[in-house]
């Protein structure tokens, strides 16, 4: 009778054992596909971060263009130094679109 009544005691304190040894068990395989989720890029975050830097590299060369074309409007005008700003920034459009995407 005591050992039955002791058993009967000590469930309670075993279930909770168990539970936390099955949370200890699994802890590392949780962690482990969480690590490869953060790692890894699905096709969906690919094409984003694509479409991303593609708009980017289109704002920057229009930025680009607007400020050689104001340039080059100062160089007909005259402004010399214009005329060099025009030049380089035109190399910087000609690099820019050169560059792998």
């Known amino acids: 009778m005591r050992i039955w009544f002791g058993t009967m005691l000590a469930l309670?304190?075993?279930?909770?054992c168990v539970s936390t040894v099955?949370?200890?068990v699994t802890a590392p395989v949780?962690?482990?596909g969480?690590?490869?989720d953060w790692s890894t890029t699905s096709q969906d975050e690919a094409?984003?971060?694509?479409?991303?830097?593609m708009?980017?590299?289109e704002?920057?060369?229009?930025?680009l263009s607007r400020q050689r074309d104001k340039a080059a409007d100062k160089c007909e005008r005259g402004d010399h130094e214009q005329c060099r700003r025009a030049e380089v920034l035109?190399?910087?459009i000609e690099a820019a679109m050169a560059e792998p995407m």
């Open 30 to 32: 949780k962690a482990a």
């Open 90 to 92: 035109n190399h910087e």
């Open 59 to 63: 704002e920057r060369l229009g930025k």
């Open 34 to 36: 969480q690590v490869v």
């Open 12 to 16: 309670p304190l075993l279930a909770g």
């Open 22 to 24: 099955k949370s200890v």
């Open 47 to 53: 094409d984003r971060n694509r479409g991303r830097a």
């Open 55 to 57: 708009r980017e590299r």
